[in-house]
């Protein structure tokens, strides 16, 4: 996870930098200003949709992420009420057979005549 962490934190100061620098030569370019704001509305628009897009596909991975950890929880869940099942099953015949145990008059009691 720290590599990704990493990796995240280069692009973005790669993305700023490179936007810094985009910045900084439209306003020493040898143009004038009419030009250079017609290119700065030109690239802000073009970096508008650019961004656009990006935040479309994040939010249909978000999307497709969540979906998935969905579908997984609810298998978890399935597999948890089985496994409690099963659990509640053998609980429930060791208590039986803890109770058919007690029951049985013991060897010793029986060969006495005293009961249990």
Do not use: H
């Not at 910045?23 to 970096?47: H, M, N, W």
């Not at 208590?95 to 007690?102: D, W």
């Not at 008059?105 to 006495?112: C, L, V, Y």
Request: proline residues 2%; hydrophobic residues 40%; aromatic residues 4%.
């Amino acid at each position: 996870m720290s590599d990704r962490d990493e990796f995240g934190a280069f692009l973005v100061g790669f993305i700023v930098g490179g936007l810094s620098g985009a910045i900084v030569a439209l306003l020493f370019a040898p143009q004038s200003g009419e030009e250079t704001r017609a290119l700065i509305k030109d690239k802000s628009i073009e970096l508008r949709d650019r961004a656009q897009v990006t935040a479309e596909e994040a939010l249909a991975r978000a999307e497709q992420v969540a979906a998935e950890a969905r579908t997984r929880a609810d298998e978890l869940a399935k597999e948890a009420r089985a496994r409690a099942e099963d659990l509640a099953n053998e609980v429930r015949e060791r208590g039986k057979s803890a109770v058919e145990a007690v029951r049985k008059p013991r060897k010793s009691d029986t060969e006495t005549g005293t009961a249990a």
